[in-house]
């Protein structure tokens, strides 16, 4: 069975300052993994997503994540934060074991200082 | 192209009637998922349709139910609700079923109060 842990449900970070999130998941093979941000009163969005094809994947609004294997771990990174990156951050898996569910972390909300 | 629409955006029920959410796809998308999110919990997948046939099932009891229909869009039913069922509602959509690297679009969510 597959699961997905974030460390810590609240980060608080200044503006310009590096940004991080972690992700973990349990998986016996790599399985898809994305994140996606919530913004208030919005549904979620996909920031990006490990297609295998790099193991350093970019997304929208400066974010990247590395996929590790080795430590099971896909975090979520921006180097410098801006304001409205304020939001909840989702990080979810899919494998076919679980039938092709998408499984969501429990969400860690980013808090951004002035 | 418009987005995943859900309606209502706000509910109010109480202990032991039942309430429908709607959710209209991206028009051509054939999926949508639905995820009850709670503070708790966080998001909870409920169940997919795929051409009018549910394709997958989350962990849920039987008082919640949904359906499908030929133009995609898509129901879920919760019926006599309990106070735990107060939660925000999201439906999601893609074009071939979430599978692999697919992403979902989700709507803006039903937010359900039961007093």
């Known amino acids: 069975a597959q699961s997905v842990t974030q460390l810590g449900s609240h980060v608080s970070v200044s503006e310009g300052a590096l940004v991080l999130l972690r992700c973990n998941y349990s998986?016996?093979?790599?399985?898809?993994l994305f994140w996606y941000v919530q913004y208030p009163n919005q549904g979620l969005q996909l920031l990006l997503k490990y297609t295998s094809a790099a193991t350093l994947v970019k997304g929208i609004n400066g974010f990247e994540a590395e996929f590790k294997k080795s430590e099971t771990s896909f975090h979520l990174t921006k180097p410098s934060a801006h304001m409205s990156d304020a939001a909840e951050y989702f990080c979810a898996v899919r494998e076919k074991s679980s039938g092709d569910k998408l499984t969501f972390g429990t969400g860690t909300r980013l808090a951004v200082r002035p | 192209k418009a987005g995943v629409t859900q309606t209502p955006r706000y509910l109010i029920k109480t202990r032991g009637q039942q309430v429908t959410l709607s959710c209209s796809p991206i028009?051509?998308?054939?999926?949508v998922s639905w995820y009850q999110q709670t503070p708790g919990q966080g998001l909870q997948f409920l169940f997919e349709?795929?051409?009018?046939?549910?394709?997958n099932k989350g962990n849920f009891p039987g008082r919640f139910s949904g359906r499908q229909f030929s133009n995609s869009r898509s129901e879920m039913n919760v019926s006599t609700l309990e106070l735990g069922d107060s939660a925000l509602y999201l439906c999601a959509s893609s074009f071939i079923g979430g599978t692999g690297y697919e992403k979902l679009f989700f709507g803006s969510g039903t937010q359900l109060s039961v007093l």
């Open positions: 349709y795929f051409s009018e046939t549910q394709r």
């Open positions: 998986s016996s093979v790599p399985p898809y």
């Open positions: 028009s051509g998308h054939r999926s």
